[in-house]
């Protein structure tokens, strides 16, 4: 059983849609990061997050720490966010586990 | 909040050889880890990088392919050794600083032929 699961693993979009991707997770967490992969490989961090909701232009990242669950959000999705998003909870012995990551395609 | 600069982005080595790739924070931290995404999975830690010391490394990664230093609380690098292309792969850096706040390398695409 993997430590944080995704879902969907795979995202299709029309340009403007409003775009939702999960991660639950199983381990005790110090916190919870957003990440986005470029198709070239490069890693961006988007969110850490330990408890609440963060908003950074038209990305929205929520936890719910009793239920082991955070959401990413898109709003107005764009072209330019297609990318793959991945989960990362920083666990208590202070390594990280990645979710398999969502790829996300937004079709103008 | 720390940048880490994370280099090469990107290298296409022959296999046989070593590539070294190096992580510099801009601020102390306490802890940095190595981990490797290969084609299809999720990022799996390699080590944590211990400064002064040797790097312990999860279970399937040994010192001799995957040599570790970390001379000082900013600066660390991965090396990986004698490369076949089953160790073409994207490898990321993150650290720890002393507040816990987590940050990421931008990651090194390697590409193994």
């Known amino acids: 059983k993997n430590e944080v699961e995704q879902s969907p693993q795979n995202l299709t979009a029309q340009e403007g849609e409003f775009i939702t991707i999960n991660c639950s997770y199983s381990?005790?967490?110090?916190?919870l990061h957003w990440l986005q992969q470029h198709p070239g490989g490069g890693i961006v961090s988007l969110f850490m997050l330990s408890s609440g909701k963060k908003k950074h232009g038209r990305l929205i990242a929520t936890i719910n720490i009793q239920e082991k669950h955070s959401s990413l959000h898109i709003t107005a999705s764009h072209p330019r966010d297609s990318a793959v998003y991945i989960c990362a909870v920083g666990g208590i012995g202070n390594q990280f586990y990645f979710g398999t990551g969502t790829s996300l395609t937004v079709i103008p | 909040s720390a940048v880490i600069s994370q280099k090469p982005s990107r290298d296409i080595c022959q296999r046989g050889t070593s590539l070294t790739i190096q992580c510099q924070v801009d601020?102390?931290?306490?802890?940095m880890f190595w981990y490797r995404q290969q084609p299809g999975q999720s990022l799996t830690l390699i080590a944590t990088a211990n400064q002064g010391s040797e790097a312990t490394y999860e279970s399937g990664f040994v010192i001799d392919k995957f040599p570790i230093s970390r001379p000082n609380l900013t600066f660390s690098t991965l090396t990986v050794s004698n490369m076949s292309p089953e160790d073409s792969s994207i490898y990321l850096c993150?650290?720890?600083?002393?507040?816990?706040?987590?940050?990421f390398g931008q990651g090194t695409r390697l590409t193994v032929v």
């Open positions: 993150s650290a720890l600083n002393f507040n816990t706040e987590a940050f």
């Open positions: 601020s102390q931290v306490t802890m």
């Open positions: 381990v005790g967490i110090s916190a």
